[in-house]
């Protein structure tokens, strides 16, 4: 499994645009990008996930250039209930492969 | 559709006692997981079931063992609590592989 470097937390006022980047220099060419949400004493929950270019739901919008050594998970005009834990996990979708989840990034947002 | 159930919710053991965490998921996915979270970590990867039938060790295996006892249900033992297992205790369940995984409520465990 490839394993990514993210960075342990960042801060930001509400309103603003945050973007969390995550670097995975030896992911392979099944490997899928993901992103998770966690707030305090919850599980997890599933915010995007993609494999090149650009994805963008009603949350966030994943890119992902060229090389796919890299990812920024944006988060636009943030608000104070986005302050939790963000996760970047890679690795490949077939049956049998499980996810390796790292420490994570605590956001921080502030009014 | 209830999703991932995870019982008991919160669980006091001392030292050496045994005990049975239950997971159930409604989704009808493959793939279920026992992941554990200590404080200020990210979640460690304990045993993993690709399908029913099959079971697979993670970061953290020992000192656990685990059961798919059908395409519901996949338990997690601790046979023997020590200390270093007090943490909290999540299961969750995807449709194959690493595509979205959908997270229980969790179990928080003390063993004095």
């Known amino acids: 499994l490839a394993k990514t470097t993210q960075p342990i937390s960042m801060d930001s006022y509400e309103g603003q645009e945050v973007n969390i980047t995550c670097s995975h220099n030896n992911i392979a060419t099944n490997d899928y990008i993901t992103w998770y949400q966690q707030f305090p004493s919850q599980g997890p929950r599933f915010i995007i996930q993609g494999y090149k270019t650009k994805v963008t739901n009603e949350v966030a919008s994943l890119f992902i250039p060229a090389d796919r050594k890299s990812s920024t998970l944006s988060l636009p005009r943030v608000s104070l209930s986005d302050t939790a834990v963000y996760y970047c996990l890679v690795g490949g979708r077939q049956a049998g492969t499980a996810l390796i989840f790292g420490k994570g990034t605590t956001l921080s947002v502030s009014s | 559709n209830a999703g991932v159930t995870q019982t008991p919710k919160f669980q006091v053991l001392k030292t050496g006692q045994s005990m049975t965490l239950q997971c159930a998921q409604d989704m009808n996915h493959n793939s279920m997981y026992w992941y554990r979270q200590d404080p200020g970590m990210g979640l460690r990867l304990i045993y993993y079931?690709?399908?029913?039938?099959?079971?697979d060790k993670g970061e953290v295996p020992n000192g656990y063992n685990v059961s798919r006892l059908n395409k519901r249900e996949f338990s997690l033992r601790l046979e023997s609590a020590a200390p270093s297992q007090t943490s909290v205790y999540f299961c969750?369940?995807?449709?194959?592989?690493?595509?979205?995984?959908?997270f229980g409520p969790g179990t928080r465990l003390t063993v004095l």
């Open positions: 079931s690709a399908s029913e039938g099959t079971t």
């Open positions: 969750a369940s995807s449709e194959q592989g690493t595509k979205e995984q959908f």
